[in-house]
């Protein structure tokens, strides 16, 4: 089963305002989290410039050997990427299912500070069965 | 994404979850109620009404961009003409109309032909001065400023002063590019 | 006719026919302006028993103005007089209108003869929020408290209503219910009516 194994919220100036492990294998610190956050942020920073396409909006899939990074970024600059076994399909869908989610529990929670670390409960349990959904998806092909 | 015709804010106002406009109303009333309450000048509450709007914008901007899946608007025309068709008919079911545009582009009138904030609505005499709607304003001026737009927003016409319509100027000051590098001391 | 705008021309809001109550906006839009209304609230108070008061203020607000829509237009000018019929009508009708729905139970309190209790699984302004954890027992609920208190003392029924939640068996999120304790001057009128 294609397994995911992390999600990432950046805001617009790079902080990591959301970190979450799913896998068993390669947990990391917040340290580590933190600076693969920054280190990303800067990285599709750079392939926008770098890109020969005109109005290209960054690195959309990164293919490693060990994983896949599933990135999305919407027009107001917050970045949702998500770390997934090679090959794992369908992570644009569960980008934008989470974008959802992200306007519904996080942005209209009056305790909700923007730009900063989201601590929302209700965020976390729809996140989970979305996650969960998606591989009872994948399962299913 | 150009506007998908007129009847693309329709398709989505009829698919998001809806709550009787009379619940919606009768909320922002007493919020009104509320700061002229704490606040007592009108002039205060205005103010008060757009930076509320303002903060409401920043949020529901994404909202916006998640639900209704454009992508991004070529010129400030396509703009305005999102706001109006898709905007106001996503969140609030009514339609707006834009008019007015100036010769080069960066003005123009969105014009309400319904607006559920009013229902139930008299200005007494001691409120002559309250832009009753102002939260409109502070509304778009944010959700624009969220996706590199520097707007000012003010009412050209409002019902509850005698107007024979709700029209709100609005005026492109700046375009900021979101471009890297950020320079260094930001 | 060419130019002549199909703008309605300005009437006195007393003047225009009162609407059906049809009519809907997104419910994101309203949780968007709950959020501010809460985030100003915030602004102006000191501890959370405040905040709570205040956003039971606006509620009532919202209350007495429905009662009066309601029995205008739902029930010809007439409103209920008696405990389990007005309780009944807030269950029903104002829920009905403001939310959508009938509430999921109206109980009787079973300690106290004065107390009753609306409860909803998953009240509509909670639908989205989720209370930090040193907040302790808010419930932003206190606004909808405030809006069946505004029914109820509008209605000659003075009472003190506040919003709790609940934790249920078997569910992730707990339940809000609306405790309402009647003032002694409602149950003795209830008395005399026998």
Known sequence: MAAIYSLYIINKSGGLIFYKDYGSSGRMDTNDSLRVASLWHSMHAISQQLSPTTGCQGI?????????????QSLTGTKFFVVSEPGTQHMDNLLKVIYELYTDYVLKNPFYEMEMPIRCDLFDINLTQAIQKDRVALLGR | ??????RFGDAIFANVERVNAELFTLTYGAIVRQLLTDLEEVEEVNKQLDQMGYNIGIRLIDEFLAKSNVSRCVDFKETAEMIAKVGFKMFLGVSASVTNWDADGTCCGIVLEDNPLVDFVELPDTCQGLYYCNILSGVIRGALEMVSMKTEITWVRDMLRGDDAFELQVKLLKQVPEEYPYKDDE | MIGVSKMKPYTNVLDRPLSKGK??????????LFSELVQYNQTQVDNIAELERRLEDAGYAVGARVLELLCHRDKGN???????????FVHSTVWKVLFGKVADSLEK????????????KELLVNRFISIPKDMG????GAFVAGIVRGVLDSAGFPAIVTAHF???????RPRTTILIKFAEEVLQREARLG
């Open chain 3, 78 to 88: 007439r409103r209920e007089t008696r405990l389990l019929g007005i309780l009944s």
């Open chain 3, 23 to 32: 009519l809907e906006v997104s419910l994101s839009a309203f949780a968007f």
């Open chain 1, 60 to 72: 959309e899939l990164l293919e490693a050997d060990t994983f896949d990074l599933h990135c999305f």
């Open chain 3, 137 to 140: 027992t808010f419930n932003c």
């Open chain 3, 166 to 172: 609940v934790p249920m068996d078997g569910q992730q």
């Open chain 3, 109 to 120: 309190g079973t300690e106290h003869d004065d107390e009753y209790m609306i409860s909803e």
């Open chain 2, 1 to 6: 994404m150009a506007p998908a015709g007129p």
